[in-house]
């Protein structure tokens, strides 16, 4: 066993970048957290100027280590985990990046993936079939790398041609806080995981090494591409000049939602974790074989520890979940505070018959339906704002109802319990509500930030600070489990009123 006591976890988010301290137990020992700019240069466009990203990296590494109080020579190893899909394209030769990041969010090359999907024969259905889905198993979308990477190459003068000279270098935020920690342009390690690779659309889901037909269709240059590793390896060393000021080993890589899943210790397969923020993200772990989904849900690469093995999930995502409760505190005004929605919605025994669909922008898995909208059908003048309060959280819940159910169909595994996560699980009437919608217990973890977590983890499993996945295993603790209190009949019946409801809420655009 290492004689070293602490990892360190820097989580790169889309909002703000934290560096935090974890001790064995995985209990965490001190943190810092700083928020970047967002910029919006077009209405759907999203970007993240890179250099910030990495000055504040530097800031809250040293911020957090002397918050704590911590020497770098008790740190074993350090993990990064990160927003996904995010791209950013530097020079190799200065550090500079020749664009700003473009990040997961930007809706920018939606012409060109609808055009895509038209025109090439390439397109695909949510049951599953299509050529991207097989080769990647994501679906054409604005959201992956890909035709994020393809944007800048085609409207940087020169990027191209450059790139095929290996000149530029692309990443997602991993990559660059990687390279930038172990060099820079002196030496830089240019290295991804496979769980940020799968989220390319570059990536052969099976092979887990970039796949040609798809460089070739969108025009990427491999020279640009960093090396594909595990996602628990050393990569390389942080520099005595940088934020650490000695050299540790850099050895856990693992993109957000994949990071989250190690971080609740979901090693076994049909083990399951559902994260609470914004949106929701849940994910399955599926064991060592790349099950295609059939039912709306993406297949990715979970965590590899060995060159060219991994553990794959499925994926289901939901963009509104925290987002409508942020929607009744800042535009309906009906609560001060999130948390204030617990106190509401228990005044009431139920909504009052009413639903919830807040497909604000469409829906996402499992019915990819951008053509609806978000709706509140079964008013009467009976209804007052707390049923209007409990629907919006009964549709959080109802939503991560039809991604597990799509989960199950895929997997064939039945889910008896949920591990949860993430901002909103503190709202206890939530969680309640969710074990009574699902008829599965719900089980929320002593420790929340299973994101910085699981990349700790990633790294101290990497140098031996952890002998192996069982001493992760028991590290995890519960804070409360929650078992349904309904009566299968009344779970059905609330659940079909959900899905009809959703039906009202779709093909309200074109
Ligand atoms: P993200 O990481 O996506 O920014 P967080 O994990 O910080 O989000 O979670 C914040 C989200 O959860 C917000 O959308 C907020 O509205 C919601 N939220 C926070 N606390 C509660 C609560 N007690 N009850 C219901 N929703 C909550």
């Not at 942080?238 to 994949?258: C, M, N, R, S, Y």
């Amino acid at each position: 066993m290492s004689e070293k006591k602490y990892v360190v976890a820097i989580d790169q988010g889309t909002t703000s970048t934290r560096c935090m301290v974890f001790d064995r137990k995985g209990l965490p020992v001190c943190s810092q957290q700083m928020e970047h700019a967002q910029i919006y240069p077009n209405p759907g466009w999203v970007e993240h100027d890179a250099m910030e990203i990495w000055s504040r990296t530097q800031d809250v590494i040293r911020g957090a280590l002397s918050a704590g109080n911590i020497a770098a020579g008790d740190i074993a190893a350090v993990g990064i985990t990160n927003q996904r899909e995010t791209t950013v394209v530097w020079e190799k030769s200065t550090g500079k990046p020749i664009h700003n990041a473009i990040v997961w969010q930007c809706m920018r090359t939606q012409d060109f993936c609808a055009q895509w999907q038209k025109s090439s024969g390439w397109e695909q259905t949510i049951t599953g079939e299509g050529k991207v889905k097989d080769i990647t198993g994501l679906l054409i979308s604005p959201y992956f790398s890909g035709t994020k990477i393809k944007w800048i190459l085609d409207r940087v003068p020169g990027a191209r041609e450059r790139a095929e000279r290996g000149e530029l270098l692309f990443g997602n935020t991993d990559t660059w806080l990687i390279w930038n920690l172990t060099g820079g342009p002196n030496g830089g390690v240019h290295v991804t995981d496979v769980s940020n690779a799968s989220r390319t659309l570059l990536m052969n889901i099976e092979t887990l090494r970039w796949d040609r037909t798809m460089m070739d269709f969108l025009g990427i240059p491999e020279a640009m591409l960093p090396q594909i590793k595990p996602s628990s390896h050393v990569y390389g060393n942080t520099v005595k000049h940088g934020p650490f000021g000695a050299e540790i080993p850099i050895a856990g890589d693992l993109g957000d939602q994949q990071a989250a899943l190690f971080g609740q210790a979901c090693l076994s397969k049909g083990e399951a974790k559902n994260t609470y923020g914004t949106g929701c993200f849940m994910l399955m772990n599926i064991g060592d074989k790349p099950i295609p989904s059939k039912n709306g849900l993406l297949t990715t690469a979970f965590y590899s520890r060995e060159e060219g093995r991994c553990v794959y999930a499925l994926e289901g995502s939901i963009a509104i979940t925290g987002a409508a409760v942020q929607w009744l505190r800042d535009n309906l005004k009906l609560v001060d505070e999130a948390p204030d929605t617990e106190y509401f919605a228990s005044k009431v025994e139920d909504s009052g018959g009413i639903y919830f669909v807040p497909a604000f922008s469409g829906l996402f898995a499992p019915y990819w339906d951008m053509t609806a909208r978000g709706a509140i059908v079964g008013l009467t003048r009976f209804i007052r704002k707390s049923h209007i309060i409990r629907a919006t959280l009964e549709s959080i819940c109802y939503q991560t109802r039809d991604v597990i159910e799509a989960m199950q169909k895929d997997s064939g595994v039945n889910l008896t319990s949920l591990k949860v996560d993430g901002g909103a699980v503190k709202n206890d009437l939530l969680m309640q509500m969710q074990a009574d919608i699902l008829g599965t217990e719900v089980v929320r973890p002593v420790v929340n930030e299973t994101t910085a977590l699981g990349a700790a983890y990633a790294a101290g499993l990497a140098t031996g600070f952890w002998k192996d996945e069982s001493e992760i295993r028991n590290n995890w603790a519960m804070d409360r489990k929650f078992a349904s209190l309904s009566t299968t009949e009344r779970r059905r019946a609330m659940y079909d009123g959900w899905k009809k409801a959703v039906e009202k809420s779709r093909g309200w655009t074109d």
